[in-house]
């Protein structure tokens, strides 16, 4: 009898072929609309493999309907939406696709904070709403980025590669990270600092790590209190890892200068959102990964991940890797 997988929104063909040449497929077909949790309630007590996507959370509740359920495959390198200790309790396994988006993720995350710095999403706006009249000294002015200091929090794959394009600005490059890395240090010429002091120092400060426990609102009032008037916050890794209202509070009275966002605590973002109203804050829609090469890339390892965990193989990419596979 065949494994029966479901796919919780439209994939590329070329992944959803590998799952339909080895299982009975069934995916929840549209592009832009979650699956609605009551069908994904349903479908979970029947299969075998469950594919899905950083909108779904998959936590306590949703795997305890599951009767033969051994893996659970997400299109993402994060995986804050997935219950591990429900899961690995179960021995149900849970997959990601590190690596295959970060040179396109660091591309975004260095876009974004030149985007932000030089007021591009502005500038484009006021020409476009025919405030354009004349050329002035101080018009839409905004801040260098050759030269200056970026302070990385998170020096994993993806801080790293901000890293490279930051040294290719001639910028300084300040980095805070769990455990420090004197390697990376000696190969990419960046210097390791504590929270405060890079904070302190920093004209860009780039979050760039997981959300776990532990980074839930790591940065709040007191740490942007600590910044420059005239630094930029750039956030590319998970909203909850800032606190929006701290932000605002901050944007508004000064404190900083400018934010760039591609998350948010809550995604999609509501349009009446604080954040939203203010023309120092550069936004965007969980774009980081977004070029056609690495989803499609993403989609793909997100199949062979769990193709690999119902075949009984090794899968390299399993997250919680003792349970590896339920019988």
């Given amino acids: 009898m065949r494994y029966k997988v479901f796919v919780t929104r439209s994939i590329p063909e070329?992944?959803?072929?590998?799952?339909?040449?080895?299982?009975?497929?069934?995916?929840?077909?549209?592009?832009?609309?979650?699956?609605?949790?009551?069908?994904?309630?349903?479908?979970?007590?029947?299969?075998?493999?469950?594919?899905?996507?950083?909108?779904?959370?998959?936590?306590?509740?949703?795997?305890s309907r599951s009767k033969n359920l051994k893996v659970v495959s997400n299109m993402a390198v994060g995986y804050n939406n997935i219950d591990i200790t429900a899961a690995s309790k179960r021995r149900i396994s849970v997959t990601n696709t590190p690596g295959v988006l970060?040179?396109?993720?660091?591309?975004?995350?260095?876009?974004?904070?030149?985007?932000?710095?030089?007021?591009?999403?502005?500038?484009?706006?006021?020409?476009?709403?025919?405030?354009?009249?004349?050329?002035?000294?101080?018009?839409?002015?905004g801040q260098d980025i050759f030269g200056a200091t970026i302070g990385i929090i998170g020096m994993g794959r993806i801080g790293e590669a901000v890293a490279k394009r930051a040294k290719g600005f001639d910028m300084r490059v300040l980095y805070h990270n769990r455990s420090r890395k004197p390697e990376v240090e000696n190969h990419l010429g960046i210097e390791y600092a504590d929270l405060q002091s890079l904070l302190k120092e920093a004209?860009?400060?780039?979050?760039?790590?997981?959300?776990t426990p532990e980074t839930k609102g790591l940065i709040g009032k007191d740490e942007l209190s600590l910044m420059k008037n005239s630094a930029i916050l750039i956030n590319t890794a998970r909203g909850g890892i800032v606190d929006e209202n701290a932000l605002y509070e901050a944007l508004v009275d000064g404190t900083i200068w400018a934010?760039?966002?591609?998350?948010?605590?809550?995604?999609?973002?509501?349009?009446?959102?604080?954040?939203?109203?203010?023309?120092?804050?550069?936004?965007?829609?969980?774009?980081?990964?977004?070029?056609?090469?690495?989803?499609?890339?993403?989609?793909?390892?997100?199949?062979?991940?769990?193709?690999?965990?119902?075949?009984?193989?090794?899968?390299?990419?399993?997250?919680n890797s003792e349970p590896q596979r339920r019988v």
Avoid at 35 to 54: A, M, N, Q, S, W
Avoid at 203 to 211: E, G, I, Q, S
Avoid at 268 to 276: I, T, W, Y
Avoid at 277 to 296: C, D
């Fill in 14 to 63: 070329s992944a959803r072929k590998k799952l339909e040449a080895l299982y009975a497929v069934e995916m929840w077909d549209s592009e832009n609309t979650p699956v609605p949790r009551g069908i994904l309630e349903t479908k979970i007590e029947e299969i075998d493999g469950l594919y899905c996507l950083l909108t779904e959370t998959i936590d306590e509740e949703l795997l």
């Fill in 102 to 141: 970060t040179e396109t993720t660091a591309d975004l995350t260095f876009s974004l904070l030149m985007a932000t710095a030089r007021r591009i999403v502005e500038a484009s706006d006021y020409l476009r709403e025919g405030q354009w009249q004349t050329w002035s000294p101080m018009q839409l002015t």
């Fill in 203 to 211: 004209d860009y400060v780039c979050v760039m790590t997981p959300l």
């Fill in 259 to 319: 934010a760039g966002l591609d998350v948010f605590d809550q995604e999609p973002v509501d349009l009446n959102h604080p954040l939203l109203t203010l023309p120092n804050v550069t936004t965007l829609p969980h774009i980081g990964s977004a070029s056609i090469k690495t989803r499609t890339t993403m989609a793909e390892l997100a199949a062979e991940n769990l193709i690999e965990v119902l075949e009984g193989r090794t899968c390299k990419n399993v997250i």
